[in-house]
């Protein structure tokens, strides 16, 4: 029987991927964890523990107490806040991953996931349909340490055999968990105030396009590639995965359908920097022909399911 752990769990993705992995593999063998309290719905639903995933004695004694097989690390700073804390962000994203990789290799861990990022790519890279194996010179903090942890990922594969799996996420948004510091933060963010206060000032220029998924395929699509037979897994860095792709402005418009009196200004702070040198669109056809990826929602689905269950939120205040 698998025993998974999640480091991360009470972060956006860990959030929701955690009770999806429990529905699955089953409430008590799924060992939640994160370095501060997270949700009642973690921890009244199965195993929770406080761990730092920089704590290499307590995370070795956290996996072998419960006989754990497989790790789901999903702990980091990301983009915005690492850009105000470096050295710090470097330290927490990279020693985390090296931490992981190496009780995966001593213990002989059945499979780790890590998630990569957009971020991995740079102004050199081709923003349209920005291929899987391309130019890759990023100028962040989060991007530098993302590109790094790919090549480490692959290294343990190829030296050691430790069965790593990641995805280059895009922008991510979802109505159960806020959004925790990042670039595309704004596509969250922007639902909230729309029905609180039909208004929103957006700290990206209305044309910057970036490509977004919704966290319901983006949990689908982590699950998929964690299940998917060894064998047919052919890239060992990370995958690219598209979602689809819009700007602020389009975001706005689709908004406005739902919320008229909706109005939209732009700020661009030192986020939009950043926004410029990732991609506008990726090109994730070896994703969907390794293991089948496949994505569900698009702009205007999307916008509308946000808008309803943001609202929910707000009526049962």
């Known amino acids: 029987m698998e025993k998974i752990l999640v480091i991360g769990c009470a972060g956006q993705i860990g959030s929701e991927l955690t009770l999806e ?32 995933v920089l704590d290499t004695h307590r995370l070795f004694g956290t996996v072998s107490r419960n006989k754990i097989t497989q790790i789901y690390h999903l702990a980091a700073i990301l983009s915005g806040n690492a850009e105000k804390k470096p050295i710090a962000s470097w330290h927490i994203n990279m020693e985390s991953l090296l931490n992981v990789l190496e009780l995966s290799r001593e213990l002989n861990l059945k499979k780790i996931f890590w998630p990569s990022s957009i971020a991995v790519f740079g102004p050199t890279t081709p923003r349209v349909d920005t291929p899987q194996f391309t130019v890759m010179e990023p100028n962040t903090v989060y991007g530098i340490s993302k590109l790094a942890g790919e090549r480490w990922l692959e290294y343990y594969f190829q030296k050691y055999g430790v069965d790593g799996r990641s995805l280059r996420y895009p922008g991510l948004i979802s109505h159960k968990t806020e959004a925790g ?34 966290m319901d395929d983006a949990i689908k699509a982590t699950i998929e590639v964690m299940e998917a037979p060894a064998d047919d897994i052919t890239v060992r860095s990370s995958y690219n995965v598209a979602g689809v792709s819009f700007s602020p402005k389009e975001i706005a418009a689709e908004i406005k359908k739902s919320i ?31 293991w089948g990826l496949k994505n569900t929602y698009d702009l205007k689905r999307l916008t509308q399911t946000m808008l309803e269950e943001v609202g929910k939120k707000f009526s049962a205040k």
């Open 260 to 290: 008229p009196d909706f109005k939209m200004s732009y700020a661009p702070d030192f986020r939009q920097a950043i926004a410029e040198s990732w991609p506008k669109s990726i090109d994730d056809s070896v994703a969907q022909r390794d």
């Open 181 to 214: 510091g990042g670039t595309t933060d704004y596509a969250v963010d922007i639902f909230y105030e729309a029905i609180q206060n039909k208004m929103y000032e957006c700290y990206l220029d209305e044309h910057a396009y970036l490509p977004m998924q919704f």
């Open 21 to 52: 992995l429990r529905k699955m593999y089953g409430e008590n063998n799924v060992v939640a964890t994160d370095i501060k309290p997270a949700q009642k719905e973690i921890t009244e639903s199965g195993p929770f523990e406080i761990l730092d």
